[in-house]
């Protein structure tokens, strides 16, 4: 037997063998490349059927996300005596609450821009740094919200872990306070690109004919209701919010979405501030910036 043969022969077998694979692969890689392209120029088609305004940020791009969990946090005598010593204002605690006036109007440079808080935030506010600004009230632009972040994304519409400002003649005179210790519980996952989150809004008609998607951002989402449990579970989620000026009730709506799982929770801008005004008005429990009872719906 020619052994040298035999071996010259087995090489070329394999070689060719693994050139049919190299070219299997990258065949499927551009299918699937295809394929992404294919149901992005759809998206764009069906936005553009719609008359939707949609400006895509390209910085909001695919990212990984853990999910976290949040202890409610019970603020002790000992942290109210030193805010109160460093700082000059007078706190009430009641229970996961810290209520503060302060003694000397702290003024604020520009209400409408989110950096003219952070000075007052750092300062006057328990881990103040881990606050960011979220939004107005709109029936009451003197009543300014700030969500706490974890890795600097912010908690969406969350009673907890919540800043609640309230101003007089462009000086904040008080504001109510929650806080979460946040932690990762699970490793990082990959989540939904923002691309198929509009998507599935369109699917489910929730992005409807003229509308405008006035923000998008990520961030993290609990469905636990406030009064169930100290603890609490936040997956990675998108926040989009939308308005339709065409609609006999126009106003924003907000879509919550599980960047993981494409579950939908939504609420309006209306029933939000509703909320925050009989929240005010009782002083039973922190007000909620975003919703009342969410309504939820699940994508395919």
Do not use: C
């Not at 000075?119 to 960011?132: D, H, P, R």
């Not at 309230?166 to 005179?173: A, N, P």
């Not at 951002?217 to 339709?244: A, H, K, L, M, Q």
């Amino acid at each position: 037997m020619d052994w040298n043969r035999t071996k010259t022969i087995l090489i070329l077998t394999f070689l060719v063998f693994n050139i049919f694979l190299a070219s299997d692969l990258y065949k499927k890689q551009t299918d699937i490349s295809g394929l992404e392209m294919q149901n992005q120029v759809t998206l764009d088609e069906q936005l553009k059927d719609l008359h939707v305004t949609y400006d895509n940020d390209p910085s909001l791009q695919s990212k990984k996300m853990a999910f976290i969990s949040g202890k409610v946090h019970y603020f002790t005598d000992k942290e109210e005596k030193t805010l109160e010593e460093n700082t000059s204002q007078d706190i009430t605690l009641n229970g996961r609450k810290l209520i503060s006036t302060l003694k000397k109007p702290f003024p604020i440079s520009d209400p409408d821009a989110p950096s003219a808080y952070s000075i007052f935030l750092e300062t006057y506010v328990y881990e103040g740094g881990k606050y960011q600004y979220y939004r107005k009230d709109s029936n009451d632009p003197n009543i300014v919200y700030f969500a706490e972040t974890h890795e600097d994304k912010p908690l969406f519409s969350q009673d907890s872990g919540m800043v609640i400002v309230t101003l007089e003649d462009d000086k904040v005179v008080s504001y109510t306070q929650t806080y979460l210790n946040l932690e990762k519980i699970v490793k990082e996952r990959k989540i939904d690109p923002i691309s198929e989150t509009i998507g599935l809004l369109v699917s489910q008609q929730d992005i409807r004919a003229y509308d405008k998607v006035e923000d998008v951002s990520i961030g993290y989402y609990t469905v636990t209701s406030e009064d169930e449990r100290d603890t609490f579970v936040f997956v990675p989620t998108w926040r989009v919010v939308v308005e339709n000026k065409k609609d006999d009730l126009p106003g924003l709506r907000y879509y919550y979405v599980n960047a993981i799982e494409k579950t939908v929770f939504s609420d309006t801008e209306e029933n939000a501030d509703n909320d925050t005004e009989e929240e005010e008005e009782s002083n039973d429990k922190t007000v909620d910036p975003d919703s009342s009872t969410p309504q939820s719906s699940t994508g395919d």
